[in-house]
Nanobody
Framework: VQLQASGGGLVQAGGSLRLSCVAS????????MNWYRQVTGKQRELVAI???????NYSDSVKGRFTISRDNAKNTAYLQMNSLKPEDTAIYYC?????????WGQGTLVTVSS
């Protein structure tokens, strides 16, 4: 299984970024896709979920600013991040998950300057 997360970078507060996660080696369409983020020294935080049926859920800290989506034909999950804040600075990880199964990639760094 390989997960390739991309789209991170340096952006000013109020700006936008779109993260992508391409998965290979799994039947992508049957997995829930999660986006997590982690700041050094802190626990990994669940940011957004999209189920195989495309239901979505968000943490309170990003609700209304972030949008998760998926394209099963491209084995890709996305996280559109708008109105970014300095506290959104973290490494973002995608995480395909189903009961008894889950995978992690290397993450992509998002840095939001004030």
């Amino acid at each position: 299984v390989q997960l390739q997360a991309s789209g991170g970078g340096l952006v000013q507060a109020g700006g936008s970024l779109r993260l992508s996660c391409v998965a290979s080696g799994i039947t992508f369409s049957i997995y829930h896709m999660n986006w997590y983020r982690q700041v050094t020294g802190k626990q990994r935080e669940l940011v957004a979920i999209i189920t195989e049926g495309r239901s979505t859920n968000y943490s309170d800290s990003v609700k209304g600013r972030f949008t998760i989506s998926r394209d099963n034909a491209k084995n890709t999950a996305y996280l559109q991040m708008n109105s970014l804040k300095p506290e959104d600075t973290a490494i973002y990880y995608c995480n395909p998950r189903r009961v008894g199964d889950g995978f992690w990639g290397q993450g992509t760094l998002v840095t939001v300057s004030s």
